[in-house]
């Protein structure tokens, strides 16, 4: 993938969280993601293709899969290519930024091969394509004021990110040649207010080929 996002944040936000804490977060949601496949590998059927959302915990490094939450909600992919799912869950802890103030967790809308059909991404499964154009995120508590706490704790800026809602929201990926924020190399997040926006998954030819958001 050409973009990786940066993992400093979220190791120094882990440090500086709060670390005993092991329940999980309990809120219930009703958030559909839907949208459709831009199959330029030419799949011969989607039978064992499901969609979902990768709640990282620090990156997208394949070799750390064993460390990714998919969503308990997947979708199956009908033969036009669409897909639908609803998320009712907030993601688990182990995939959040945890902080005095706030927990957040970003999350890729990915298509993976789920070769045993048991819904989830196994380690000997992979990972197919990712959305370029949206993301997910997940809030809960004061978050800017959080933010700006978190700035002083680590003594550095924080530019991006900031738009983020509490709850789960779909999130157009801005990207920096766009939103033009200052010293920073990274995409921004634009939660997306209409609640039937269409989501496109790309399967590339090759995994490499993705240009997937990166955002720290």
Same mark, same amino acid.
């Given at each position: 993938?050409?973009?990786?996002?940066?993992t400093?944040?979220f190791?120094?936000a882990l440090?500086?969280g709060?670390q005993?804490?092991q329940?999980?977060?309990?809120e219930k949601?009703?958030?559909t993601?839907?949208?459709?496949?831009?199959?330029q590998?030419?799949?011969k059927?989607y039978?064992?293709?499901?969609?979902?959302i990768?709640?990282?915990?620090d990156?997208?490094?394949?070799?750390n899969s064993?460390?990714?939450n998919?969503s308990p909600?997947t979708?199956?992919v009908?033969?036009?290519?669409?897909?639908k799912f609803?998320?009712?869950?907030?993601p688990p802890?182990?995939?959040c930024i945890?902080?005095r103030r706030f927990? =957040?967790?970003?999350?890729?809308?990915?298509? $993976?091969?789920?070769a045993?059909q048991?819904q989830? &991404?196994d380690?000997? %499964? #992979?990972i197919?394509? =990712?959305?370029e154009?949206h993301?997910?995120? $997940?809030v809960?508590?004061n978050?800017?004021?959080? &933010?700006?706490?978190f %700035? #002083?704790d680590?003594?550095k800026?924080?530019?991006t990110?900031r738009?983020?809602?509490?709850?789960?929201?779909v999130?157009?990926?801005?990207p920096? %040649?766009i939103?033009k924020l200052?010293?920073?190399?990274f995409?921004?997040?634009?939660p997306i207010k209409?609640?039937?926006?269409?989501?496109k998954?790309v399967?590339?030819?090759?995994?490499?080929?993705?240009?997937?958001?990166?955002w720290?």
């Amino acid at each position: 993938m050409k973009h990786l996002f940066s993992t400093s944040l979220f190791l120094i936000a882990l440090l500086v969280g709060i670390q005993n804490s092991q329940a999980q977060l309990g809120e219930k949601f009703n958030v559909t993601v839907r949208g459709s496949l831009d199959d330029q590998k030419g799949l011969k059927d989607y039978n064992n293709v499901r969609v979902a959302i990768l709640w990282h915990s620090d990156d997208i490094n394949l070799e750390n899969s064993k460390k990714w939450n998919i969503s308990p909600a997947t979708s199956t992919v009908d033969k036009k290519g669409k897909f639908k799912f609803t998320l009712t869950q907030a993601p688990p802890l182990s995939s959040c930024i945890v902080t005095r103030r706030f927990a =957040l967790a970003i999350g890729f809308i990915v298509a $993976f091969d789920d070769a045993n059909q048991n819904q989830k &991404l196994d380690k000997e %499964e #992979k990972i197919l394509g =990712l959305s370029e154009k949206h993301a997910m995120s $997940f809030v809960r508590g004061n978050y800017i004021k959080g &933010l700006n706490a978190f %700035e #002083k704790d680590i003594k550095k800026r924080i530019v991006t990110l900031r738009k983020l809602k509490n709850g789960i929201w779909v999130n157009k990926v801005v990207p920096k %040649e766009i939103h033009k924020l200052p010293n920073t190399g990274f995409d921004d997040l634009t939660p997306i207010k209409k609640k039937k926006i269409k989501v496109k998954v790309v399967i590339p030819k090759k995994l490499n080929d993705l240009n997937a958001p990166n955002w720290t």
